[in-house]
């Protein structure tokens, strides 16, 4: 079953950019109802293994706030 992102949040999702390794991040998916295959797991910290989000990032990732801003 897909992760749906719009029930991340962000604490989830700082916490899964802390994971080293892939039975890491499968059990805090677990710890948290999200169930993902270690392949998944890989595949995620493949992905972000070269992204940094600062905390604005993190924001809207998590959907507090906008991807853009009006000028």
Known sequence: ???NKNELTKEMIEKAMQCETAEDLVALAKSEGIEI???E???Y????SDVELDENAVKKVAGAGTCY???
Do not use: D
Request: aromatic share 6%; proline share 6%.
């Open 69 to 71: 801003t009006a000028y």
């Open 1 to 3: 079953m897909p992760i």
């Open 41 to 43: 797991a890989e595949a």
């Open 45 to 48: 910290l493949a992905e972000m």
């Open 37 to 39: 295959t270690k392949a």
